[in-house]
């Protein structure tokens, strides 16, 4: 089962930030927290991932909560492209690198 | 270009029959997914590799094999043992080690179609 819950979906108006929760709360001390986007009938594309600092790449920035129990994924100024499903994903932390996927939320970017 | 390739992207195929589905990858990865979306879900593991000659068991195996006699192949056996196979099939692969640089890599995808 998915460790993560998060919106089943959310707008976002084009130049916007889009401010994109998850919850994690049962998440282990070594589970990292890793989001992934996918584009409709294409393959999920990864974002990024963090442990317990607050991370930024060129695509986006995640915010992870003190208490590790929640994050957010910021897209700095959405654009028409940004319209996806997002996954939030905890990482097992066990050897199998295995990835859990849930039901994510549908970004819609809107003009 | 580096990257993983799923051929064919469309696959059509009557029902009893089993079908192929082909994963490669030039990345010089040691593991290798293989995952199912259904409409409007999440993805599904089906089985994964993490070296060669060897693989093991998702959540969702049962109707599927798979072989990794190459590091660089990972085939996907749809069997007509598979109740509900018509879906989007997704291949994937990883580096192992360290968790901070851990990322998987997704293929395009195929969508079978079973009728």
């Known amino acids: 089962d998915a460790k993560t819950t998060q919106p089943t979906s959310m707008d976002c108006a084009e130049g916007r930030a889009a401010n994109l929760p998850c919850n994690h709360s049962?998440?282990?001390?070594?589970?990292?927290v890793y989001w992934y986007r996918q584009i409709h009938s294409q393959g999920p594309q990864y974002i990024i991932h963090g442990l317990k600092n607050n991370e930024t790449n060129e695509m986006a920035s995640l915010i992870i909560t003190e208490d590790r129990k929640s994050s957010t994924l910021i897209l700095p100024h959405a654009t028409l492209r940004d319209t996806a499903v997002y996954y939030c994903i905890v990482r097992v932390a066990d050897n199998t690198d295995k990835l859990i996927f849930g039901t994510g939320t549908r970004l819609q970017v809107f003009p | 270009d580096g990257g993983i390739t799923q051929s064919p992207k469309y696959l059509f195929r009557k029902e009893g029959q089993n079908v192929t589905l082909s994963c490669e990858q030039n990345l010089n990865h040691d593991a290798m997914y293989w995952y199912r979306q259904d409409p409007g879900q999440g993805l599904r593991l089906i089985y994964y590799s993490q070296i060669v000659n060897d693989f093991q068991k998702g959540d969702i195996a049962e109707g599927y094999s798979v072989s990794r006699e190459k590091k660089e192949s990972f085939p996907l056996t749809v069997t007509s043992a598979q109740k509900n196979p018509t879906a989007f099939y997704l291949c994937a692969s990883s580096t192992r080690g360290l968790p901070s640089s851990y990322e998987q890599y997704f293929g395009p995808g195929t969508r079978l179609t079973v009728t």
């Open positions: 049962t998440i282990s001390g070594n589970e990292y």
